[in-house]
């Protein structure tokens, strides 16, 4: 047991993609604010965050189906898809801001363009993607994007997926050649490389036990050294819980009444990965299809070309499961842990309303490899069972709250509880997740520093020019973004790296 005691201004709970993004916006808005980090693993970005954890996809809704919903009268909503388009489009100006002023280098190290398509099979399904493409066509945001139903043409865009297809069902794509793979295990490893530069004081090994409120209305933490086993505290004035999945448990640890009424819903998470060169030459896209009947939004299938550690790679998944741990290095008695008086009723409720989720998550876990490779097959028909293994991805934790579709309604979106005072804030969710981080912690810059934002606002529009406005509604702003963005992140053309 140590005494130590320190203060600073903001303490970052955990070391991933969140936390990182939001150090480097305050770092920039108030370079003088001293700041902390407390990360409980040896590294930053060992999470969900890491490369291998999730699945690199920088959503912008390119090829998302689940983003685009069709409605009873037969036309589609593309709300939800413009939202995560400019949400994206936020963070891809943060990057560039970073990179042009060298705060971070090498953009092609964290993300590569790579045509994102869509494809469905059956008629019923290539009806609702020619729709989804009208709709989303017209869309300024969704310039360039093609749709094709012609197998020779599918052939071209597809090689692998299309050859020793035998099936006669009607099948078609969309394909539009703005979209990326971004490595967010890379990202989140430079923006702390970069925090580390700016004197930003980053303690790995170093597990957050408690959070309490102080007389002042600071926050104390219980810190504990996972070497040596010391314990110290540490205040500070605002913090924020970028804990992933651990995030939930430590937001009913500081007992804001924010906090109380929600739970969490583990969903881990397998995907396939494929290093044999001549099948990874034969395939450059990622390839989203629709979710099976019964399936979480989270489990739709997607065939993607990944570029980690200057190798290309197949990916294929992700296979939901259920696990009751909320982070990947977590305990079995996580789920459990989280279970209050104050939410054991929303829990209930959920459990009760899940059971068909809760069963179908038991079953994939249940899959044998061969039984996964059958599913892999309806994307690639000759797939080879010996170049394909399992990883084991990331885990995520879905929100359980109160809503007016009920007690205990399951959500799959993310969201930033804070207390009203703005003095310590959570994110909760992992959806559409690392893409939407910058926007994320934007949220969380407003919600907790009003009195700051005004003040502030003209350097955030420095770093990210479409702020505060609406890039759908602004067609012009969307041209001069893509082209700089792309310029800066090397995103222009179908450029050739050193990737193997
Ligand atoms: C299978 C899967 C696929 C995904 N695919 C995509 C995708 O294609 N595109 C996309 O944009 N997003 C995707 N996501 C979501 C994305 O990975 C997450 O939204 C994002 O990484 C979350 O970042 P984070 O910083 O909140 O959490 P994390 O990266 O999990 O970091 C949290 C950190 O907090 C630490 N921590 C936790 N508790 C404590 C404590 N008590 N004390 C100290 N440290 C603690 C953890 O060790 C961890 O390092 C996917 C996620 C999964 C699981």
Not at 15 to 30: D, F, N, P, R, Y
Not at 118 to 126: A, H, M, Y
Not at 184 to 207: C, P, Q
Request: aromatic share 8%.
């Amino acid at each position: 047991m140590s005494n130590k005691q320190t203060r600073t201004d903001v303490i970052l709970i955990g070391a991933g993609i969140m936390s990182a993004t939001l150090g480097t916006l305050l770092k920039e808005l108030v370079p003088d604010w001293e700041i902390t980090v407390f990360e409980k693993l040896a590294n930053a970005g060992e999470e969900s965050s890491n490369e291998w954890n999730n699945a690199g996809t920088g959503h912008a809704a390119l090829c998302e189906l689940n983003y685009t919903v069709e409605k009873p009268d037969g036309s589609i909503d593309i709300s939800k898809a413009i939202k995560i388009n400019e949400q994206f489009q936020v963070s891809t100006q943060f990057w560039s801001y970073l990179v042009n002023r060298n705060l971070i280098r090498n953009p092609q190290d964290f993300i590569m363009p790579l045509p994102h398509m869509s494809l469905v099979q059956g008629e019923q399904n290539v009806t609702f993607l020619k729709k989804r493409f009208e709709a989303l066509s017209n869309n300024p945001l969704f310039q360039g994007m093609e749709f094709s139903d012609d197998p020779g043409k599918l052939m071209e865009w597809l090689p692998l997926i299309m050859k020793e297809r035998t099936s006669n069902e009607p099948i078609a794509a969309t394909k539009i050649d703005s979209g990326t793979d971004v490595n967010f295990g890379a990202l989140t490893r430079m923006l702390f490389d970069h925090l580390k530069s700016k004197n930003v004081d980053i303690k790995f090994k170093h597990n957050i036990d408690d959070i309490k409120r102080t007389s002042d209305g600071s926050w104390e933490l219980k810190v504990r050294n996972v070497d040596s086993g010391k314990v110290e505290r540490h205040t500070a004035k605002f913090v924020f819980i970028g804990g992933g999945g651990g995030s939930l448990h430590l937001l009913q640890q500081s007992g804001i009444p924010e906090g109380k009424h929600i739970g969490g819903f583990p969903v881990s998470g397998l995907f396939m990965v494929c290093n044999n060169p001549d099948v990874v030459a034969q395939h450059h896209a990622k390839v989203y299809g629709k979710a099976k009947v019964g399936a979480p939004p989270m489990s739709v299938p997607h065939l993607d070309t990944r570029f980690i550690d200057n190798k290309k790679s197949l990916l294929f998944g992700p296979f939901a499961g259920f696990s009751p741990k909320f982070l990947k290095t977590g305990s079995m008695f996580d789920l459990l842990g989280t279970v209050k008086p104050n939410n054991v009723l929303t829990m209930l409720s959920a459990g009760a309303k899940n059971v068909p989720l809760t069963k179908y998550l038991i079953e994939q876990v249940m899959l044998s490899k061969e039984k996964r490779m059958e599913e892999l097959r309806e994307f690639i028909p000759n797939a080879k069972s010996e170049d394909w293994d399992i990883v084991v991805a990331g885990q995520r934790v879905q929100v359980i709250k109160d809503t007016a579709a009920g007690k205990g309604t399951l959500q799959f979106g993310t969201e930033v509880v804070s207390a009203a005072d703005g003095s310590i804030a959570a994110l909760l969710g992992a959806s559409p997740g690392a893409s939407t981080a910058v926007h994320v912690m934007l949220e969380v810059i407003k919600k907790c520093f009003p009195q700051h934002v005004k003040a502030w606002e003209p350097k955030i529009k420095e770093m990210i020019p479409s702020y505060g406005m609406s890039l759908v509604e602004n067609p012009e702003l969307i041209d001069e973004i893509h082209t700089s963005t792309a310029q800066t992140l090397g995103l222009e053309g179908k450029k050739q790296y050193a990737y193997a």
